[in-house]
């Protein structure tokens, strides 16, 4: 005899393929994929790829924020690191081979680990105001660093480098299925892979027994401490995981612009995107930070574009011209409709319509 | 002989700034046994309990669990030793569904807390035996509801539940009629009786509703502002001139 509980379980079991949340995600998959095929231009790959790259970066980020409530404001320190370990490995040190390029992640994870480790255990017994102001001085502390030490780091001109083998610039496979395999596609089928390995992990992670403990610790902390529960240990397992992930997606990101410096990977713009990508995908769900990261990027890619558009549309309408050149005033506008209409994030709230149409069904 | 007692206070006093909110109690709780604390509001019981459990460190005094000091030991700690509490209001997880609200109870006290690669529905006996123990409560029609959309009533019964699943050796129960509807208070004296019972259990409750307590109870701890003025069986107590002054005349004539 199955319990309710045990014959539910089996049906969502049976379901798994057949539900609407898998095809999407099949969809989406299959999108990032034949990206690459569907589109020519590099812009348009230079922004899916870097959607790709801050999804898995804001979704690290929930599991700290939406997963545990924990608030950092210095998450991008650990992005920093894999991109400034890709960066020195590659370009300082001249290390260029396939190895070095993995040694180069293995050793930014591991820092980043130990670091958020030492950061958690010190801070995070206090309180929450607290981590996020030490986590927040730490990056700027590491900001500093990068552009002063201008020997290891390239000050704040920099690191350009070279990648190896099928990553290089100037590598071509030739012409294969239509599209010329070059030294961009290849890494961008790397980054997507290792993104979509960075993904079930922590899928994995969010549903796994500390995942659950994570999601008690941030519904209410005192309720879980009395359950026996050593919540600031459990959080301190989330927080040094969610940075070892951001160190990979640095090191990514490092690997696809071929630079790194201290404003493009280690700056706390950085962290204010990838805090409004949280906020516009949705907390506490994983996928919010694609629709977040898309968000964001699309529109800061193609909103400035709008205002060539019209120029060419209505070329003898100063007004509409000067009106179009305003994007930044749009993109807020737009953040602000988002954020109005969808208040748990576009993910969170879709969501909630989604089990409230299927709780009035039953 | 009676045997050494599981939990027992020696001393303990709390301060909060000028004002002692409990004052050098000596209280004894013999294994397996029903102690209920009473006494009128404000007579220090919650805090007396919140000290026990780990919420609140005494200004003096020291708690022992089986003999052991275990005053400086945190909340989370004294749980994983085999002292679980529910609280007076009720405090459970209210995003997440009741049977999780009670999963979370069983899986504190297995081996994979700090599991962090497998499914959590991988262990499904967890699942099933949070299933029974909303059986018991009577809200296993609710288990999938989030803790939210219980009413006052089914959030208590809920807290009762998490801590059963906890299988905590002592228990202590902060008011769990507390707020109730009438109708079911009696189900939750009827769940107690059945865990006292069994004789598995240490249960200390508070409360001061005194008739909830006298069938129920093996003996009665008397708090009066912070001091313990009796503690003895249930019919003692009824008797006891001190305890009926400070109960009820006491009360009643300071106004």
């Known amino acids: ?362 | 002989m009676t045997p050494s007692p599981i939990i027992e206070t020696k001393d303990l006093t709390i301060r909060f700034g000028g004002h002692v909110a409990v004052d050098h109690v000596n209280l004894q709780i013999t294994p397996f046994t029903f102690k209920s604390i009473i006494g009128p509001n404000g007579a220090g019981k919650t805090t007396l309990f919140n000290m026990i459990s780990g919420q609140y460190r005494p200004t003096e005094g020291k708690v022992f669990f089986k003999g052991k000091d275990i005053t400086p030991l945190s909340p989370a700690i004294r749980t994983q030793l085999g002292i679980g509490r529910s609280f007076q209001l009720t405090n459970v997880f209210l995003s997440l569904t009741v049977l999780e609200n009670v999963r979370l109870a069983i899986q504190s006290q297995k081996d994979i807390g700090f599991n962090f690669w497998k499914n959590y529905l991988h262990f499904s006996e967890l699942e099933d035996r949070a299933y029974e123990i909303l059986k018991m409560v009577l809200l296993d029609t609710k288990w999938n509801v989030p803790a939210s959309g219980l009413t006052h009533g089914e959030q208590r019964k809920l807290e009762i539940a998490i801590l059963i699943a906890l299988e905590t050796e002592v228990l202590l129960l902060d008011e769990p009629t507390a707020g109730m509807a009438l109708e079911e208070v009696p189900s939750i004296l009827e769940l107690l009786k059945q865990i006292k019972n069994r004789r598995d259990k240490t249960i200390l409750l508070v409360e001061h509703k005194m008739d909830v307590l006298m069938a129920l109870s093996d003996s009665i701890a008397v708090l009066h502002e912070g001091k313990l003025i009796a503690d003895d069986t249930p019919e003692t107590i009824s008797k006891n001139k001190e305890v009926q002054e400070a109960y009820f005349g006491g009360g009643r004539s300071r106004g």
């Open chain 1, 1 to 362: 005899m199955m319990n309710p509980v045990q014959r539910f379980r089996l049906g969502e079991k049976e379901a798994r393929f057949r539900s609407p949340f898998f095809f999407f995600r099949i969809l989406l998959l299959a999108f990032f994929v034949l990206t690459p095929f569907m589109f020519r231009s590099f812009e348009v790959l230079d922004v899916v790829l870097k959607i790709i790259i801050f999804s898995a970066l804001v979704a690290s980020y929930d599991v700290i924020l939406g997963y545990t409530g924990i608030v950092s404001l210095g998450h991008v320190l650990y992005f920093g690191i894999g991109s400034y370990f890709v960066g020195i490995f590659m370009g300082k040190l001249g290390w260029t081979s396939y190895g070095h390029l993995a040694l180069a992640f293995l050793i930014a994870i591991v820092i980043s680990g130990i670091l958020s480790v030492l950061i958690g255990l010190f801070s995070l017994r206090i309180r929450a105001i607290f981590f996020a102001m030490v986590t927040l001085a730490f990056m700027e502390f590491t900001f500093i660093l990068s552009s002063q030490l201008r020997s290891i780091t390239g000050g704040d001109d920099g690191i350009s480098f070279k990648l190896p083998g099928i990553l290089a610039v100037d590598f071509s496979y030739g012409k294969l299925l239509g599209i010329e395999w070059t030294g961009r596609l290849m890494s961008y089928y790397l980054i997507l892979i290792i993104s979509v390995i960075l993904f079930l992990l922590m899928l994995r992670f969010v549903h796994s027994p500390v995942g659950r403990v994570l999601q008690s610790i941030r519904d209410n902390e005192p309720r879980s401490i009395a359950l026996g529960y050593r919540t600031y240990l459990f959080q301190v397992i989330a927080s040094s995981f969610a940075s070892c992930v951001a160190a990979v997606t640095g090191g990514c990101f490092a690997i696809w612009v071929r630079y790194v410096s201290p404003d493009s990977s280690l700056s706390v713009p950085i962290m204010l995107d990838v805090l409004l990508m949280v906020i516009v995908g949705g907390m506490g769900t994983l996928y919010g930070g694609i629709f977040g990261a898309a968000f964001l990027m699309v529109t800061r890619a193609f909103l400035p574009k709008l205002q060539i558009i019209i120029a060419s549309l209505l070329p003898g309408v100063p007004f509409a011209i000067r009106l179009s050149e305003r994007w930044l005033f749009y993109f807020g506008l737009l953040f602000i409709i988002i954020v109005y209409f969808f208040p748990k994030g576009i993910v969170g709230t879709a969501q909630e319509i989604f089990s409230r149409r299927k709780n009035s069904q039953d």
